[in-house]
């Protein structure tokens, strides 16, 4: 069974920009989690969808986006990139819906590097 | 609001040994959820193990076990027979239900399994 895929793995943007990073659960998992890693403030939420709608949301700036489609697949959107958005960007599926307790299982993620 | 703590940033260990890694949690829900995930250096996540509140028993994966003190609200991971392959950084996290998916991580402690 394939695992979480999220593409690209490596990206380098400039100030300014925006980036869209795209995730593929695993086959038959339905509910899909993003979150952001940096070395100064760790593993913060982002936020979860469920069934194309956007169950949970993280305290990030409404610069930060995504959406979920009918397959499940997800993509996250940063619009007017900052230095401080370079992160590694992780992605996380479950099976069932946002009903918590159960284990998620994330992909290799996205590392952003914003020039 | 939920909190992890993880006190012990960096831990040596010897081939063959056992390790504890400790995690301290603190949340007014009755109901949670503990993990444990290994992220080695190349970025991805892998989950380990996971403990419910109303559990009796602590859970066991092979060769990780999780000694979970509800009373103390503590969760330590213990790796029996280390390998070199486990030297990675390893994250706690929660998760309450009722609040989703989202996950609530430690800082993390980074292992290093010596010969």
């Known amino acids: 069974k394939a695992g979480v895929t999220q593409t690209p793995r ?11 990073l795209s995730c593929s659960p695993i086959s038959g998992h339905r509910s899909v989690s993003w979150y952001q890693q940096t070395p100064g403030q760790g593993l913060q939420f982002l936020f ?8 949970n949301k993280g305290n990030f700036p409404g610069r ?7 397959n499940s697949r997800s993509e996250m959107n940063v619009s007017t990139l900052e230095l401080g958005d370079s992160a590694l960007y992780l992605c996380a599926s479950s099976p069932l819906g946002p009903v918590g307790n159960q284990p998620q299982h994330f992909g290799d993620g996205t590392r952003l590097s914003i020039l | 609001a939920q909190k992890i703590t993880q006190t012990q940033p960096g831990m040596f260990v010897q081939e063959k040994e056992a390790v504890t890694l400790d995690c301290t949690y603190d949340t007014s829900d009755p109901s949670y959820g503990l993990f444990w995930y290994k992220q080695p250096s190349s970025g991805e996540m892998i989950f380990l193990i996971y403990q419910g509140s109303y559990d009796q028993q602590n859970a066991t994966e ?54």
């Not at chain 2, 979970?68 to 994250?91: E, P, T």
């Open chain 1, 10 to 20: 490596y990206l380098i943007k400039t100030r300014g920009q925006q980036v869209t």
């Open chain 1, 48 to 55: 979860e969808y469920f069934s194309e709608t956007q169950r």
């Open chain 1, 64 to 70: 930060f986006s995504g959406r979920q489609f009918s």
């Open chain 2, 62 to 115: 092979g060769r990780y076990s999780l000694n979970f003190q509800k009373a103390r609200k503590s969760a330590n991971l213990v790796i029996s027979a280390s390998q070199l392959g486990d030297s990675a950084m390893y994250f706690c996290a929660m998760s309450v239900t009722g609040g989703g998916n989202k996950l609530t991580f430690g800082t993390g402690t980074q292992l290093k399994v010596e010969l």
